[in-house]
């Protein structure tokens, strides 16, 4: 059973341009939530959603940020108009329920230039 | 709203050491709360989930406690090895909600 996997890895963007990352969860989850860790600081929880459904967005910002998880396909956080301020690791979860372990995946790491 | 502090920020050991990481929670109405070990530039490891229901939980020479009443939770490494070299993330749910909430971790060194 594969883990949460998530790319690009490594993402480097230029001021303005989008970021798009993806995460697929572990097989049988159907809970994803969207982690941020900015340098040197803790992480800190951004949007969970449910197949085709966001349930908690108060972590994400309100503008240039979206989230989704499609019926079919990975989860996707968008960032539009990217600023150096993005930059960071950004980390999904999945679980099978809402009370069960989240298991993390190895996280997206977008630089801005 | 949850609030999670880790206790302390920093640890160096020498190996074959016990030792005990600390976790302080704010909102006690927590149906569970997970450690991680997270490496350098590295995702997060699951290492151990304590239900509400529970007191303890171990895996091999980690054993974490939780009381709710008190808001603590200690992560106990048994018989520390340089492998162990990591920072320990603790979280637990905001109220009544899932996604959880980290605390900023200990960051934990064992000399060889």
């Known amino acids: 059973n594969a883990g949460v996997m998530q790319n690009p890895r490594h993402l480097v963007r230029r001021r303005g341009q989008e970021a798009r990352l993806r995460c697929s969860p572990m097989?049988?989850?159907?809970?994803v939530y969207w982690y941020r860790q900015l340098p040197e600081e803790g992480l800190k929880f951004m949007v969970y959603?449910?197949?085709?459904?966001?349930?908690?967005e108060s972590g994400m910002p309100k503008e240039r940020f979206s989230a989704e998880f499609p019926k079919e396909g990975p989860s996707i956080l968008r960032i539009q108009q990217v600023v150096r301020g993005d930059s960071a690791a950004y980390f999904c979860?999945?679980?099978?329920?809402?009370?069960?372990?989240?298991?993390f995946g190895p996280g997206t790491r977008l630089t801005v230039l | 709203k949850q609030e999670v502090t880790q206790i302390p920020a920093a640890l160096s050991v020498p190996e074959g050491e016990n030792l005990v990481l600390n976790c302080s929670f704010t909102d006690s109405a927590i149906y569970n709360l997970q450690w991680f070990r997270q490496d350098p530039g590295k995702g997060l490891t699951s290492l151990l989930l304590i239900q509400s229901s529970q007191r303890e939980q171990t895996s091999g020479r980690l054993n974490a406690s939780l009381d709710k009443s008190s808001g603590r939770s200690t992560l106990y490494i048994a018989a520390s090895q340089p492998g162990d070299s990591a920072t320990y993330l603790c979280?637990?749910?905001?109220?009544?909600?899932?996604?959880?909430?980290f605390g900023k971790g200990t960051r934990l060194s064992v000399i060889a």
């Open positions: 097989k049988g989850h159907s809970h």
């Open positions: 979280a637990a749910p905001n109220s009544g909600n899932t996604p959880l909430v």
């Open positions: 979860a999945s679980s099978r329920g809402q009370t069960d372990t989240q298991y």
């Open positions: 959603l449910q197949k085709e459904n966001i349930i908690d």
